[in-house]
C-alpha cells in the first residue's frame, strides 16, 4: 500500500504540477496566430521538459526514458513506419472511392510544421517519458501500457464526439506507439511515426484533426459510408485506421517480444 501511495502521489505531482505550471505561463504574441500556436506549443512543452528532468534526477537513476541508444534506428524506423500508416490510410481510402483530396488555397508556413512536431514531442514525452517508465519500472510493462492508454484517451477527448470507432482507434494508436517504443527501445521511434502522422495527416492532407487553428494544404474529403470514410471526422474515425493501428501494434508487439526473449537466452 505504501509504495502505491507513493506511486499515485509522484504521478499526481508531476502530471497537476506541469498541468497548473504551463496553464499559468502567459503566451505572447497574441496578433500573430503563426507565433501564437509556437509558443501555445512551446510553452507547455518546456514546462514538462522540466518537470520531467527534476523528477528523473529525482529517482536517481531507477528510472531512466531511453533516448541516445540507437537514436538514428529508432528515428528513421518511426518515420518509415509513420509514412506507411498515413500512406496506407489514405491510399486505399483514395483507391476504394470513400475519400477524395482536392488542392486547398491556404499557403503555410514552415513555423505550422515547427509547432506541430513540438505538439508531438510533448504528448509522447507526457505520455511515454516519466510516468510510463514509473510505471513500467514500478509495476511492469502491462501497468505502464495500459496507464498512458488510458491518459492518452483522456487528453483526446474531442474522439468521444466523433464517435466509438474514433475512441477506439485513438486507444488502438496509442497502443501501437508503446509497442514500437518497446520494439526500438528508444522514445524518438513513436515520436517520429506521430510526427509524420500529424503532419502529412492534418498540415499537408487535412484528414487528421489538430488545434482548430492549424491550416491545411489540401482539402480531405469523405464520400462513402461513415465506418470506411470517418464521415465528418475523417481519417481518424474510419475504421480502416483501426485495422491498421491493430496490425502495426501486434507486428511491433511481437518485434518487441522477440528482442527480450533473445535477450533473456543470451544472459
Known amino acids: 500500500m505504501k509504495k502505491f501511495l507513493l506511486i499515485t502521489l509522484k504521478l499526481l505531482v508531476f502530471f ?3 498541468a497548473v505550471t504551463a496553464g499559468l505561463l502567459p503566451v505572447p504574441c497574441e496578433n500573430d496566430p503563426v507565433l501564437w500556436r509556437f509558443f501555445a506549443e512551446l510553452i507547455p512543452f518546456a514546462a514538462l521538459a522540466v518537470f520531467t528532468a527534476v523528477f528523473i534526477i529525482a529517482e536517481k537513476g531507477e528510472v531512466k526514458i531511453p533516448c541516445l541508444r540507437s537514436f538514428v534506428k529508432a528515428a528513421v524506423s518511426g518515420t518509415l513506419t509513420g509514412a506507411l500508416w498515413i500512406g496506407a490510410a489514405v491510399g486505399i481510402m483514395l483507391f476504394t472511392g470513400i475519400s477524395s483530396i482536392t488542392k486547398g488555397s491556404t499557403a503555410i508556413s514552415p513555423m505550422w510544421f515547427v509547432s ?3 505538439n508531438v514531442c510533448m504528448q509522447e514525452l507526457l505520455i511515454r517519458g516519466y510516468i510510463y517508465q514509473l510505471l513500467k519500472t514500478k509495476y ?5 501500457v495500459i496507464f498512458t492508454t488510458l491518459l492518452f484517451t483522456a ?3 474531442g474522439a468521444f464526439e466523433a464517435g466509438a470507432v474514433a475512441v477506439i482507434n485513438v486507444v488502438t494508436m496509442s497502443l ?3 509497442a514500437i517504443y518497446e520494439a526500438e527501445g528508444n522514445i524518438f521511434a513513436p515520436i517520429a511515426a506521430h510526427t509524420v502522422w500529424n503532419l502529412l495527416g492534418a498540415l499537408v492532407i487535412g484528414g487528421v484533426s489538430l488545434a482548430e487553428d492549424y491550416p491545411h494544404i489540401y482539402e480531405f474529403t469523405s464520400n462513402g459510408s461513415k465506418l470506411l470514410s470517418g464521415s465528418g471526422y475523417k481519417i ?3 475504421i480502416i ?5 491493430i496490425i502495426l501494434a501486434a507486428i511491433f508487439f511481437i518485434i518487441a517480444k522477440t528482442k527480450t526473449t533473445h535477450k533473456e537466452v543470451s544472459q
Open 16 to 18: 497537476i504540477g506541469w
Open 116 to 118: 506541430a512536431f513540438i
Open 140 to 144: 511492469g510493462l502491462p501497468a505502464a
Open 155 to 157: 487528453m483526446h477527448g
Open 176 to 178: 501501437f506507439a508503446s
Open 236 to 238: 481518424e474515425a474510419s
Open 241 to 245: 485506421v483501426t485495422m491498421l493501428n
